[in-house]
């Protein structure tokens, strides 16, 4: 649907918030940040810089209106002049670019003729060539050093289990669709619905085109292809016969390309993954932990040498998650990603285990909501160049560069002509005591354009999910929209939120919700203490852990006079066993069987507080969702009507968990919420008695 009629239906149903939420505080239409502005935003991902570090490819991201998709295109940048020039544009959307060994070729992923291609790019002739007919979608592809051939992963059928063989449909007969049979524990999953048969598997094809070659086979997936030389690939998966019940667990393993004789070399219980091999590849780094069975862990560095002897953990003391990595081109450090109190570095750490920042402000890919996500790439070079996504409050993500004899600046400037010109709010970073124990909780406050601490404002407190993930200072549409129509948006990382250390992230485990909505209404006393927002104005949402969290408060509390709880976990025990990650639920979050003992679940689902909801809320889930299933909401909708609270549900058709997934879909989230809280805005209602 076209945003403009999608607008239409929903100010029919009246629905949508008004131009001016904020009574006093009426802002130029034109210079805000309105619905149909979502359309507009660009940002830019997946930089990756040329062997030479002179060229950066990057995905440059934008919102199709004719197909109400998030598409993209690449494009160039001359890494010392800035020289900014498209590469391949006005097709499919297209992504994953990477360049070849020597720097004269790039592959990237695209569609033609609505199948998926694999396609080469070459830049001596300004020419590209698929590379291979492809059956699914490919993903992960990389180059062999010598640059002749390409591993990527692909989804390959499986054999599909029956008990029964139907009789053969007379010709032009219109029998019902047959049935469909699932053995595996995990038969669906959020984002692919129920799942067909078989597995995902590497492939490699070479360079020059031609017929893939499968390389591994069985019923196991297996991913993040890794050359080892050119005669050999890492894969990392787990063939265990029992891999469904302990989802986290995967193993690294050496594929020769001669006979395909598959070898573990890492064995631990425990995730391995994400391998990457030295220069000179004698060494592989790689991600992992111990498995204590926890819900959370903190993500570890390790070093081994290219037989898979030899471990050792780097920075072992080092508190906090490690993230993506590449080796510097001299071997002795590597480069990492983590996530730091709200921001995104980038780290070097040495074979010694030293750690050092060699940058920070990283991110801004996550355009609905200010979660932190970024990526980077080093050049070949014996003075790296690093080009890397940007992030700030006031903008998506840019590309910049660093790097010695390269100036650190950011090379893109994707959103000026569009946000210029509008009046955006102002992000504002507090700290606030939790009212629990004084422990410390940072948080981010989105003040609408030309704010005054009078007292009068509406406020609106937005709840990230995981639970175990990270907001920060970056630019989001959502936050803006609540802010543009008046409403002080803040948006907190609770005890439980990553990038703080794993005591902090640590403090909800068994324990969730809990004192993390204390934490959160900390934040919201701090805020009328300010004389920021009306006390009689609190509204209150968030999606997933946030959407669990919103359902948790409103049985905790009376303060807020609206909220909308988006996509939630309502029922534990439901949770633990239909979800798509229900094994993980069991074992590592409750760590309990819910028909020994129910109240492991129930004591922690807002189902259970029911009795003490009369806040209006709304209920908002994707009808394909299947992370936090349609059934959770449905609970919890039914629960409030037949408890006589004021509610409504609003299922989001074709969407799975990720409801924002679509521009239009982002729009109707936030003014859908927009529109219920100004329905019970006690600022509104004295509008209307007059």
Known sequence: MRASKLLGSLAALGILAGPAIADGHEEDSSRKFTAERVFDIEYAADPQISPDGRTIVYVRRSMDKLTDQDRGDLWTLDVRSGAHRPLITGGASAGAPRWSPDGTRLIYTTATDGKPDLRLYYFDTDRSVSLAQLPAGPGNATWSPDGAHIAFTMFTPGETPSFAKPPAKPEGAKWAEPVRVFDDLTFRFDGAGYLKEGATHVYTVSSNGGTPRQITKGEADFGAPTWLGNDALLVVGNDAEDRDMDPIESEIYRVDLGDLSRTVITTRDGPDVNPVVSPDGSKIAYLGYDDLVKSYQQIDLYVMNADGSGSVELAAGFDRSFGGMAWHPNGRSLIVQIENAGEIDLVSVTMEGDVSTLATGLGGTSIGRPYADASFSVSKTRRPVIAYTAG???????????????????????????????????????????????????????????????????????????????YGPFFASEIQRFAAEGYVTVYVNPRGSTGYGSDFAMEIDKAYPGNDHEDLMSVVDALVERNYVSEDRLFITGGSGGGILTAWAVGKTDRFAAAASIKPVINWMTMALSADIAQFVRRHWIREDPWENPDAFLDFSPIMLIENVTTPTLVMVGEEDWRTPTWEAEQFYTALKLKGVETALIRVPGSPHYIAGRPSRLIAKTDNIMGWFAKYDPAKQDDTEE
């Open 392 to 470: 700030s409050p006031d903008r998506p993500s840019e590309i910049a560069v660093m790097g010695r004899g390269v100036e650190n600046r950011v090379l893109t400037d994707l959103n000026s002509d569009l946000l210029d010109h509008l009046d955006m709010a102002t992000i504002e970073e507090i700290k606030v005591p939790s009212r629990v124990d004084g422990l410390e909780i940072e948080a981010w406050v989105a003040l609408p354009h030309g704010f005054e601490a009078d007292g009068s404002y509406p406020m609106i407190l937005e709840i990230h999910g995981g639970p175990f993930a990270m």
